[in-house]
């Protein structure tokens, strides 16, 4: 399996309702994920699934995933946490996107490339970075075969 691991693009410091969940994309971070996806396109990446946090700029950064998707896009409430083993076990396909937060995606690399949770800072994203892992979705069990920040993906 490969998996696609993103953070959210980059989002306002406030929302209209005061919440932190209720965060939208800046349109700033709407035009440099715009960026990060056309790169991804560019070099033939494709979603069987994408899983995404239920916090709007998680949705929103997900729903501009949409030229890479060829399955379902799914909320995911796990994704807005620390992943447990029960979300390994949702994982299926041949690529899949998960689209979550700081700090817990990089907890996420870690525990998936080195099975330490607590190496997730050595992991840590920029906001609409991408880390691309192969192998099976298990502690220890992945590869990582490339951790970008959205600068680094050429874009036209």
Partial sequence: MKLFVIRHASASDRSSDGTDESRALTPEGREQFGHVVAALDAFGV?????LHSPLVRAVQTAELCAPLLRGPRVVEPELARSATD??????????????????????????????????????????????????RPAPGAMSLEFFAPPTLLPHR
């Fill in 46 to 50: 494709r979603f069987d699934l994408l």
């Fill in 86 to 135: 029960s979300l390994l076990l949702r994982l299926s396909g041949d690529a899949v996107a998960l689209v979550g937060h700081e700090p817990w995606q990089s907890e996420l690399v870690a525990w998936l490339v080195t099975g330490r949770r607590e190496l997730g800072p050595r992991f840590a994203f920029e906001k609409g970075g991408v880390a691309a892992l192969e192998g």
